[in-house]
């Protein structure tokens, strides 16, 4: 062989050498670089599934701020689909390309879903926290009014009041005779035959006129009423009378006089009288009597 042929060959060998030595260089850098596009893909699909997971725990926080139901329907839907991709995720091989492409399509698609329920739902909130204010001015309206119309209903209890006391009866110029069988005033109680009670009903321009049954007690010393055989309402009782007389009341000064004839054996000591009229005691005195 000559030097011409030796080095020709020389020359294919560095050739070859230097190509294996590319090649195994290349194969290398392809490694490393397909490792790292593997550590990559790996890292987004991590990222993905803290997403979807993020997103289930974000319908999970919305469920506890809503009462609709529609709503709450629609919430547990969109949950439910998007604990069903993350499974998907999680099922998928970090370079499977086609399948990790369409999930991320389908959570842009979760995340845009997400935004709206979260607008709606802070819409319905603001509103809910409107109404509540209405509500509760509401509210304290009523108790104002409520309270308005308890005090003037205490104004008109009070004015009633008023009005009834103003306008009851009254006697007055009040004199009691014990009377003897000649007409006379009696000093004895053996004497006594009759009991004249004189008084006048006294002028009021706020008490309704006309027709007024006068009812007069007279008290035995014992407490015991002279009966006159009749009763008459008095604070949701009824009372013996001992005289009852109906007179025509116009408003102005009228004068009464009434007698109780004496059917019965006295006893000395103190007699007492009361007068009535529209259910209310009116007046009164007494008259006392020896043996």
């Not at 560095?14 to 194969?27: E, P």
């Not at 009670?197 to 015991?224: C, D, Q, W």
Request: overall charge negative; hydrophobic content about 40%.
């Amino acid at each position: 062989m000559n030097k011409k042929t030796l080095y020709a060959l020389l020359a294919v060998v560095a050739v070859l050498i230097c190509g294996m030595a590319y090649l195994i260089f290349s194969l290398n850098k392809s490694n490393e670089e397909n490792k790292q596009m593997l550590e990559l893909a790996e890292m987004d699909k991590l990222e993905m599934e803290n997403e979807y997971e993020h997103f289930a725990q974000q319908y999970n926080e919305m469920k506890t701020q809503v009462t609709n139901d529609s709503l709450m329907a629609q919430l547990e839907r969109e949950q439910q689909r998007t604990q069903e991709l993350l499974e998907e995720l999680r099922r998928t091989k970090s370079n499977d390309a086609a399948e990790i492409t369409r999930l991320k399509k389908e959570l842009a698609t979760m995340r845009e879903v997400l935004k709206s329920f979260v607008a709606e739902i802070d819409s319905l909130n603001r509103l809910n926290t409107q109404l509540m204010g209405e509500n509760e001015n509401l509210r304290i309206q009523q108790a104002q009014q409520a309270q308005q119309i308890s005090h003037l209903s205490e104004e008109r209890a009070t004015l009633t009041d008023k009005v009834a006391i103003a306008s009851q009866l009254d006697a007055i110029g009040i004199r009691i005779n014990a009377l003897n069988k000649k007409g006379k005033d009696a000093k004895k109680i053996a004497d006594v035959k009759k009991f004249q009670v004189a008084f006048s009903i006294a002028r009021n321009v706020t008490a309704a006129a006309g027709n007024k049954s006068i009812f007069v007690r007279i008290l035995k010393p014992t407490g015991e009423v002279l009966n006159g055989g009749g009763t008459f309402a008095y604070e949701n009782r009824r009372l013996e009378y001992s005289i009852r007389k109906d007179i025509e009341y116009n408003g102005e000064e009228t004068p009464v006089t009434v007698y109780w004839d004496v059917n019965e054996m006295l006893v000395a000591g103190q007699y007492r009288i009361q007068i009535f009229a529209d259910g209310n005691n009116i007046g009164g005195g007494t008259i006392s009597f020896e043996k």
